[in-house]
Nanobody, 126 residues
Framework: QVQLVESGGGLVQAGGSLRLSCAPSGRTVSTYAMGWFRQAPGKEREFVGYIRWSGGGTYYADSVKGRFTISRDNAKNTVYLQMNSLKPEDTAVYYC???????????????????WGQGTQVTVSS
């Protein structure tokens, strides 16, 4: 398993942007995909998007499609979540996660990920 550390959260006004980073450490040989999830108060953890570590293919939830972009830097061993046109509904704790499964069926589900970061708070004000 890998250890994950998120950074880049903060307070922004509606329409603004934030870029979150996730830096894995430890062995990443068995990591096939990195996912982003979020959890708002009183709600279950929600899928945001994922990127395949090898190849870089991405997939996003409908709620963020066209506004959020996931990218990776293999040399820096880091993944990013670029969030644009932020809305108050985006307010949540954002988590990155590492999946050790090959089948993308599991990438949209919390159960498909074996390692999780500590989360970083994103607050969007109106």
């Amino acid at each position: 398993q890998v250890q994950l550390v998120e950074s880049g959260g903060g307070l922004v006004q509606a329409g603004g942007s934030l870029r979150l980073s996730c830096a894995p450490s430890g062995r990443t040989v068995s990591t096939y995909a990195m996912g982003w999830f979020r959890q708002a108060p009183g709600k279950e953890r929600e899928f945001v998007g994922y990127i395949r570590w090898s190849g870089g293919g991405t997939y996003y939830a409908d709620s963020v499609k066209g506004r959020f972009t996931i990218s990776r830097d293999n040399a820096k061993n880091t993944v990013y979540l670029q969030m644009n046109s932020l809305k108050p509904e985006d307010t949540a704790v954002y988590y990155c996660a590492a999946s050790y499964r090959y089948d993308s069926y599991y990438y949209t589900k919390t159960g498909g990920y074996g390692s999780w970061g500590q989360g970083t708070q994103v607050t969007v004000s109106s």
